[in-house]
């Protein structure tokens, strides 16, 4: 029989707690330190007291064969700010009206009866990276055809308005790639979302909608904050400060600066009731510090 050494045993053991104590203090340690200096900083922040024009610009496009026409400056109270909130309406005005409406390839939209509000900050404020937040809700219950949404593109995307010489990338290409923060369509659930970005397929006008996104319950007649934050690898996606979905390892594919869009379109052929309302409270860009 082999007689062990107790005593030196157990000073082994408790050296080595002693180390790993001390590893994880300093790790511990340098983590809280990180964190300390990991605060979000708010570098844009529009209270919708007014329509700023340093901040957004009305947005007239005809995309995704949507049944609506993007009007500008609020007509038929498309676009309303009032008592501290944006309201971007679709509304119904029984006869149909020419619309000026524009899409990629240069075809006019049809006369529609129905009209809405888009809005971008396109050249005004636009952000490499960081974290977009919305505090936003829809009124009345959901319709088929709804379709609001919060959304950043590529601020060199080649869709109206075109303003700056480098404006020339097609979607969804590095320059004009897009993340969609909070899509609601109507035709295929009550209360739900859909978050995710588009994934280029390596041509214009060839993205894939659906394999990096998300669909998350919410209560769409209530305000909830809506955001996306992309500083390391990946897109993080949140509901009132939950992650609700994450796109892996995409952080470094959107490296472009890109604008916010609110626009609230019709995007099929379903009859709807009443006016569509979607009302912004707030909305915000931040950046580490």
């Known amino acids: ?7 030196k045993y157990f000073f082994t053991f408790l050296l080595i707690i002693v180390i790993g104590s001390i590893i994880y203090f300093l790790n511990n340690s340098s983590n809280t330190v990180v964190n300390d200096n990991d605060e979000w900083t708010v570098d844009f922040f529009d209270d919708f007291d ?30 309303e700010v009032s008592n501290g909130t944006l309201k ?14 524009m899409d990629k390839h240069g075809n006019q939209h049809p006369k529609t009866k129905y009209v809405a509000g888009r809005i971008a900050s396109k050249n005004r404020k636009e952000f490499v990276k960081g974290k977009w937040t919305a505090s936003l809700r ?3 219950e959901s319709q088929k055809s709804m379709f609001p949404a919060w959304w950043i593109l590529g601020a060199q995307n080649n869709e109206p308005p075109v303003q700056e010489e480098d404006e020339t990338v097609c979607w969804p290409l590095t320059g004009s ?5 909070f899509e609601h369509h109507g035709d295929y659930a009550v209360d739900h979302y859909t978050t995710g970005a588009i994934k280029s397929l390596g041509e214009c006008d060839k ?6 996104r998300g669909s998350v319950t919410t209560t769409l007649t209530e305000f909830r904050e809506y955001s996306v934050e992309w500083e390391g690898n990946d897109l993080v996606y949140r509901l009132d400060e939950s992650e609700v979905y994450r796109n892996v390892g995409l952080g470094d594919n959107y490296p472009e600066p890109m604008f916010a869009i609110l626009n609230f379109a019709k995007i099929t052929d379903n009859p709807m009731e009443g006016e569509w309302v979607m009302e912004v409270d ?8």
């Not at 029989?1 to 107790?6: A, D, F, L, S, Y």
Request: hydrophobic share 30%; charged share 30%.
């Open 50 to 79: 007014s329509f700023d024009d340093n901040n957004w610009q009305d947005q007239r496009i005809w995309v995704n064969d949507e049944k609506q026409c993007y009007l500008p400056d609020g007509e038929y109270g498309t676009r």
């Open 177 to 181: 790639g897009e993340i969609d923060i």
């Open 88 to 101: 971007l309406k679709v509304i119904n005005i029984e006869t149909p009206i020419e619309c000026d409406n």
């Open 282 to 289: 707030w909305v915000k860009h931040e950046h580490r510090k």
């Open 207 to 212: 993205g894939d909608w659906w394999s990096l």
């Open 1 to 7: 029989m082999v007689k062990t050494n107790k005593s």
């Open 138 to 140: 829809i009124h009345g």
